[in-house]
Nanobody
Framework: QVYLEESGGGSVQPGGSLRLSCSAT????????MGWYRQSPGKERELVGS???????NYEPSVRGRFTVSRDYAKNMVFLEMTTLKPQDTAVYYC?????????????WGKGTLVTVSS
């Protein structure tokens, strides 16, 4: 099993920036993809951005050019750099790790960190 812990959420004004961090522990050797999802009240959880082990990046269209996902493979961490934040970016942001552990698909989640964008 892989355990994930996020940090770095908070409140920011529109146009501001925030950086989220996520640290993975446990069976980290099994991780292929790490990334971020978010969920706003009344909406389904959606992918924000993810990075595969080979470095391929995937972003939700509304954040492309404003958000950047990066990984520190040595420290088993993933980051989300958010710039030009908008009120519609307000959500709980969840760290996610996917991979294969003992031949079984693994899909782990952090507890989430709240990001509020408001003036």
């Amino acid at each position: 099993q892989v355990y994930l812990e996020e940090s770095g959420g908070g409140s920011v004004q529109p146009g501001g920036s925030l950086r989220l961090s996520c640290s993975a522990t446990g069976s980290t050797y099994a991780i292929d993809t790490m990334g971020w999802y978010r969920q706003s009240p009344g909406k389904e959880r959606e992918l924000v951005g993810s990075m595969f082990k080979d470095g391929y990046l995937n972003y939700e269209p509304s954040v492309r050019g404003r958000f950047t996902v990066s990984r520190d493979y040595a420290k088993n961490m993933v980051f989300l750099e958010m710039t030009t934040l908008k009120p519609q970016d307000t959500a709980v942001y969840y760290c996610n790790a996917k991979g294969t552990l003992f031949g079984v698909d693994m899909n782990s989640w952090g507890k989430g960190t709240l990001v509020t964008v408001s003036s």
